[in-house]
């Protein structure tokens, strides 16, 4: 017979409940709370001037009992299709704006439409906090999360000639991108934390 | 008296087996799954047109035996040459695993072009990022999936100019400092590497 700690060993001092992180490439993912499937981004999307999903940044996620603030961050690269790529974005849950998750990126103006040069990683997260006493989407506030809330992060150009392609290499191996290099997947993390 | 599980709680369900995470300096860190020793990054990079082994983001690693997920991120700084025709910086990075591209992961970075090749002002941090899954009935490195991971593999980033001399990139790079040319030991930034494995 073992020692007693060999059976009920002494509870971790985190208070992450579960990490969900995976690449985009329509994997499952199991945690405690249950099965996740992470979407599969195979190519880039071009910006419009309304507001569309990210490929890649859909979840529809239900916490475990216990947590006091789920995490959502998706990080992932945007590409120039038109000078500076001036571009809006925000995280939604269940088709509501987290006003505070906000966030215009863009590179320098070339002072020429023609250059299309600049791409970068980024990122859009947001905590939520479920202790609030009351829902308040808007907020990103929960009093109860008990059943799935689908978040992702839905994104927008400026205007058509400041273009933007999110998931997107313009630019690949010394030439114009083709074939698997012209998209690169994202990755999606949530953090249950108590 | 109270519950015996209320003395010996079950262990937090947490889905994280280990995190090793450190900066180029050649430290070496133990986690778990053993001992690793980092990249020792003392200067900057350039680029040429041919894909180069980038400093600082080898690592041999070897997850714990039960891990479905490794997680690898390479964060590092990259910027404008400041040579002339340097421009926006344009460069191309790849992900290795065990000398397999992992296609997915490619990225093509850059700053914008100023509208004058003279100035190379672009300059930020970059990353590199992909999660590995071992969850996999049969092994397709190329798209970062494997049955299985026991022993060690390295993990490295590979990268190259768009072209020369035109909007050529340097990494691990400061070509300021206070607010002139930087000198000495700011003429460089230690990239930093974070290997999460999960269950």
Redo the contacts between chains.
């Keep these: 017979m073992g020692n007693i700690t060999d059976f009920f060993p002494a509870a971790s001092s985190s208070n992450i409940l579960e990490v969900i992180k995976g690449s985009a490439d329509g994997r499952s993912i199991t945690v405690g709370s249950g099965t996740y499937t992470l979407e599969n981004v195979t190519t880039h999307l071009n910006g419009t001037d309304s507001y569309q999903k990210i490929p890649g940044s859909l979840i529809a996620y239900t916490p475990p009992a216990d947590a006091r603030s789920v995490l959502y961050r998706f990080d992932f690269k945007w590409h120039s299709i038109g000078s500076s790529a001036i571009s809006h974005y925000y995280v939604d849950v269940d088709g509501t704006r987290i006003t505070n998750s906000n966030k215009t990126f863009a590179e320098n103006y070339s002072g020429n439409h023609g250059h299309h040069h600049g791409g970068r990683n980024d990122s859009l997260y947001w905590v939520f906090d479920l202790t609030a006493s009351s829902d308040n989407a808007v907020n990103g506030e929960f009093a109860n999360w008990s059943s799935n809330k689908t978040i992702q992060t839905k994104f927008r150009e400026y205007g058509g000639v400041y273009g933007v392609a999110t998931n997107y290499n313009r630019y690949y191996d010394g030439g114009g991108s083709t074939g698997s290099n012209t998209y690169t997947i994202p990755s999606l993390t949530i953090i249950a934390l108590k | 008296m109270g519950n ?2 209320d ?10 087996l280990e995190t090793l995470m450190g900066v180029a300096d050649g430290r070496s860190v133990t986690v778990p799954s053993g001992t690793y020793t980092f990249g020792n990054v003392t200067a900057s990079q350039g680029l040429s ?1 041919s894909y180069a082994d980038v400093t600082g983001s080898s690592i041999t690693y070897t997850p714990p035996t039960e891990a ?2 490794v ?1 690898y991120k390479f964060s590092y700084k990259s910027d404008s040459r400041d040579i002339n025709y340097g ?2 910086g ?1 460069h ?1 990075i790849a992900l290795y695993l065990d000398g397999t591209r992992v ?13 004058s090749h003279s100035n190379n ?2 300059s ?1 941090t ?2 590199i ?3 590995f ?1 071992l ?1 996999a009935s049969s092994d397709d490195i190329a ?2 999936k494997l049955a299985s991971w026991t022993t060690p593999k390295e993990i490295k980033i590979m990268a ?4 020369s001399p035109y ?1 050529r990139a340097t990494i691990h790079t400061n070509i300021w400092r206070d607010s002139t040319g930087a000198s000495g030991e700011f003429t460089y930034y230690q990239p930093i590497i974070k290997i ?1 494995a ?1 269950k």
């Design positions: 015996l599980t003395l010996f709680p079950a262990p937090a369900s947490n889905s994280v047109t479905n997920y997680s421009s926006s344009i191309h296609a997915k992961a490619n990225k093509s970075v850059a700053g914008n072009y100023s509208g002002h672009a930020f970059q990353y990022e992909f999660v899954d969850t798209n970062g190259r100019d768009y072209s909007y999460t999960f």
